[in-house]
């Protein structure tokens, strides 16, 4: 048995989640972890809300609330909102813990120790018209790197370059279009330079990443350089030095206190399991693999800050150093990030409108078919685009027509034919019926390779076609035409039910909903795939302060199902059954399609309500 970290991005707490979102992070961590618990290893899988930082206070001043109670809102959408996609979380959790804070502060405290962390001084942004610190993000301009319009003030997203925000060409504020002002003041800097040898070495050793996530990672250390780690700003975590810990108004800025949440959530784990040392088997064991995933946008991130602020802590740099009281903390054993979804042909943004919330889809058809739809034609390693047309035809083909057909067909033979499942002798057993159960135990290990080398699309599809091989077997041997030989149609009858069991085994990692479903159907008891659920605690730091969680329990032999063919039991009494995916009308693709623009339209209204309520405000100060 090996541990396996399954560490899973963070969302940012500023609003409900939508499926480019989880089409990045969610969907596809939850298969891999579910495949590893159930092939019998000791998985963590943890994440939880990013609350700190700029944008919180622009987002929470602008809707009249404090940034707590703005965090504390969309902490707990978001967390229903991926316990209800079935994401199995060990613990999903927030950065706005006592916990957290505590985790960050020795990992700046042991990284200054090392001397990768400086204090200096850096132009920052202010507006004004207010003369409060501006949000990197919030400032945009053209990018002095490649040229490119509406780079950011931290990274130009179209060449991938990190930025400061007083390198861009004429740039300007995204809250209210003026020019901001520079200012220098005092931070301190994480010594990107100091660890980059380091970094870079680490990053041509590994091996089996995605080609476009390596390439893209080793080409940011075509030039690296200092990045300042703290901000004028009242609300992130306090810097944990003499002159600055009580300074309300300096902090650690969010990017570099979010990646210490894969630590801190590990940590806050195992302090609720009773047990406090029980993380370090996924942290301190260099034997124990950490996969990471994300959207691309966030590679940066977790290939060269995240693995930067853990080799600084462990002492791994140019300037030598030793651990802290975490001990050598493993870096990422692979950063496994997704392409862009994007919209009927646009990109998401939930700004102008162009969104489909997990939360709304969720509540019109069946999770499990959002789950398929974004495993089978998702962003994988390139860009892909949702569609409406195409959700209903995978769901209707594929899902409805293939598999949950197949079930209710099998089901529906053996409760009319002998109520149960027919005991039968192995010698009776044709060329036929043995080449289909061969087909389907070697299918455990194509698709559990596939997975494993996160290929989730291809593993789906070999999946897929096994559903298929035994539709065929099926149609080859219509057992509905056996009427004199009960011993054959026993025998068609039991294997295909034992490759119907099969094939909901291969597909249990993508479709955990409805594989509890086909396992009930076919007469089985107990759970089958097990789900996450919420539980409301109380902060281990900070009595009072409660907040919900995801968490669930995953047992191998109890709830979880073993990645491999359990032998069907005979004599267990099968049902009439009931379909267990439910066609979409076609009707329903121009519905949503008149619904999203509906809404669109209704945004722009009250979009350009509000401008000429703001101008005819400046309009009447004027006069």
């Given at each position: 048995?090996?541990?396996?970290l399954?560490?899973?991005a963070?969302?940012?707490?500023?609003?409900?989640?939508?499926?480019?979102?989880?089409?990045?992070?969610?969907?596809?961590?939850?298969v891999?972890?579910?495949?590893?618990?159930m092939?019998g290893?000791?998985?963590?899988?943890?994440?939880?809300?990013?609350?700190?930082?700029?944008?919180?206070?622009?987002?929470?001043?602008?809707?009249?609330?404090?940034?707590?109670?703005?965090?504390?809102?969309?902490?707990?959408?978001?967390a229903?909102?991926?316990?209800?996609?079935?994401?199995?979380?060990?613990l999903?959790?927030?950065?706005?813990?006592?916990?957290?804070e505590?985790?960050?502060?020795?990992?700046?405290?042991?990284?200054?120790?090392n001397?990768?962390?400086?204090?200096?001084?850096?132009?920052v942004?202010?507006?004004?018209?207010?003369?409060?610190?501006?949000?990197?993000?919030?400032?945009?301009?053209?990018?002095?790197?490649?040229?490119?319009?509406?780079?950011?003030?931290?990274?130009?997203?179209?060449c991938g370059n990190?930025?400061?925000?007083?390198?861009?060409?004429?740039?300007?504020?995204?809250?209210?279009?003026?020019?901001?002002?520079?200012?220098?003041?005092?931070?301190?800097?994480?010594?990107?330079?100091?660890?980059?040898e380091?970094?870079?070495?680490?990053?041509?050793?590994?091996?089996?990443?995605?080609?476009?996530?390596?390439?893209?990672?080793?080409?940011?250390?075509?030039?690296?350089?200092?990045?300042?780690?703290?901000?004028?700003?009242?609300?992130?975590?306090?810097?944990?030095?003499?002159?600055?810990?009580?300074?309300?108004?300096?902090?650690?800025?969010?990017?570099?206190?979010?990646?210490?949440?894969?630590?801190?959530?590990?940590?806050?784990?195992?302090?609720?399991?009773?047990?406090?040392?029980?993380?370090?088997?996924?942290?301190?064991?260099?034997?124990?693999?950490?996969?990471?995933f994300m959207?691309?946008?966030?590679?940066?991130?977790?290939?060269?800050?995240?693995?930067?602020?853990?080799?600084?802590?462990?002492g791994?740099?140019?300037?030598?150093?030793?651990?802290?009281?975490?001990?050598?903390?493993?870096?990422?054993?692979?950063?496994?990030?997704s392409?862009?979804l994007?919209?009927?042909?646009?990109?998401?943004s939930?700004?102008r409108?162009?969104?489909?919330?997990v939360?709304?889809?969720?509540?019109?058809?069946?999770?499990?078919?959002v789950?398929?739809?974004?495993?089978?034609?998702?962003?994988?390693?390139?860009?892909?685009?949702?569609?409406?047309?195409?959700?209903?035809?995978?769901?209707?083909e594929?899902?409805?027509?293939?598999?949950?057909?197949?079930?209710?067909?099998?089901?529906?033979?053996?409760?009319?034919?002998?109520?149960?499942i027919?005991?039968?002798?192995?010698?009776?057993?044709?060329?036929?019926?043995?080449?289909l159960?061969?087909?389907?135990?070697?299918?455990?290990?194509?698709?559990?390779?596939?997975?494993?080398?996160?290929?989730?699309?291809?593993?789906?599809?070999?999946?897929?076609?096994?559903?298929?091989?035994?539709?065929r077997?099926?149609?080859?041997?219509?057992?509905?035409?056996?009427?004199?030989?009960?011993?054959?149609?026993?025998?068609?009858?039991?294997?295909?039910?034992?490759?119907?069991?099969?094939?909901?085994?291969?597909?249990?990692?993508?479709?955990?909903?409805?594989?509890?479903?086909?396992?009930?159907?076919?007469?089985?008891?107990?759970?089958?795939?097990?789900?996450?659920?919420?539980?409301?605690?109380?902060?281990?730091?900070?009595?009072?302060?409660?907040?919900?969680?995801?968490?669930?329990?995953?047992r191998?032999?109890?709830?979880?199902?073993?990645?491999?063919?359990e032998?069907?039991?005979?004599?267990?009494p099968?049902?009439?059954?009931?379909?267990?995916?439910?066609?979409?009308?076609?009707?329903?693709?121009q519905?949503?399609?008149?619904?999203?623009?509906?809404?669109?339209?209704?945004?722009?209204?009250?979009?350009?309500?509000?401008?000429?309520?703001?101008?005819?405000?400046?309009?009447?100060?004027?006069?």
């Open positions: 048995m090996s541990h396996i399954v560490a899973v963070w969302p940012y707490a500023n609003g409900p989640r939508h499926i480019g979102h989880v089409a990045g992070f969610g969907v596809p961590s939850d891999y972890a579910r495949y590893e618990r092939k290893n000791d998985v963590l899988m943890v994440s939880g809300t990013d609350e700190h930082g700029t944008p919180i206070l622009v987002q929470a001043e602008a809707e009249g609330v404090s940034a707590q109670e703005l965090a504390d809102r969309y902490n707990k959408v978001i229903n909102d991926l316990c209800d996609l079935g994401l199995s979380y060990d999903f959790t927030r950065t706005t813990t006592g916990n957290h505590r985790v960050v502060q020795e990992m700046f405290r042991q990284c200054l120790a001397g990768y962390i400086y204090k200096d001084k850096q132009q942004a202010i507006s004004p018209s207010t003369g409060r610190t501006l949000p990197d993000r919030y400032i945009e301009g053209t990018c002095p790197i490649c040229g490119a319009a509406g780079a950011r003030g931290d990274q130009c997203d179209n990190e930025l400061d925000p007083d390198e861009l060409i004429n740039p300007v504020s995204k809250i209210n279009g003026e020019t901001p002002i520079f200012e220098e003041t005092e931070h301190f800097f994480l010594d990107l330079p100091a660890l980059a380091a970094n870079l070495t680490w990053l041509k050793g590994t091996e089996g990443w995605r080609t476009n996530v390596i390439n893209f990672s080793i080409g940011l250390f075509k030039e690296v350089k200092p990045r300042a780690i703290t901000r004028d700003i009242d609300w992130g975590i306090p810097v944990p030095v003499d002159g600055w810990i009580d300074n309300p108004n300096k902090k650690l800025y969010v990017w570099f206190d979010a990646v210490i949440g894969y630590l801190s959530a590990s940590i806050e784990w195992a302090r609720r399991q009773g047990d406090p040392d029980a993380w370090r088997q996924w942290w301190n064991d260099p034997q124990a693999p950490g996969y990471y959207g691309k946008d966030n590679i940066t991130f977790h290939s060269q800050i995240w693995p930067s602020e853990l080799l600084g802590y462990n791994e740099g140019s300037k030598g150093g030793e651990p802290g009281e975490f001990g050598k903390l493993n870096l990422p054993k692979e950063v496994v990030a392409e862009f994007s919209m009927e042909g646009k990109k998401f939930s700004s409108g162009i969104v489909i919330y939360k709304d889809i969720l509540a019109r058809y069946q999770v499990d078919a789950r398929y739809y974004i495993s089978i034609a998702g962003p994988e390693t390139s860009d892909a685009d949702f569609t409406w047309a195409e959700f209903v035809r995978h769901n209707n594929e899902l409805a027509a293939s598999w949950g057909n197949l079930v209710n067909r099998v089901a529906n033979l053996l409760h009319k034919e002998f109520g149960r027919p005991e039968v002798d192995p010698g009776d057993l044709h060329d036929e019926d043995r080449t159960l061969a087909h389907m135990n070697e299918a455990f290990d194509t698709v559990g390779n596939l997975i494993e080398q996160h290929k989730q699309k291809a593993a789906l599809n070999e999946a897929m076609s096994s559903v298929a091989a035994i539709n077997y099926i149609s080859a041997m219509e057992p509905w035409k056996i009427k004199d030989d009960d011993t054959r149609l026993a025998v068609v009858l039991h294997t295909a039910a034992q490759a119907v069991s099969d094939a909901n085994t291969l597909l249990a990692p993508f479709l955990p909903h409805s594989a509890q479903r086909v396992h009930e159907t076919m007469g089985g008891t107990g759970v089958f795939s097990p789900l996450p659920h919420i539980e409301e605690v109380e902060d281990l730091d900070r009595p009072g302060f409660r907040y919900p969680v995801i968490t669930g329990e995953y191998l032999g109890e709830n979880v199902h073993p990645w491999k063919r032998a069907i039991r005979d004599g267990v099968i049902a009439k059954p009931t379909p267990i995916f439910a066609k979409i009308p076609k009707e329903a693709v519905e949503e399609l008149d619904r999203f623009q509906s809404e669109l339209d209704a945004r722009r209204a009250k979009e350009s309500e509000r401008l000429a309520a703001e101008q005819a405000k400046l309009k009447q100060g004027e006069d």
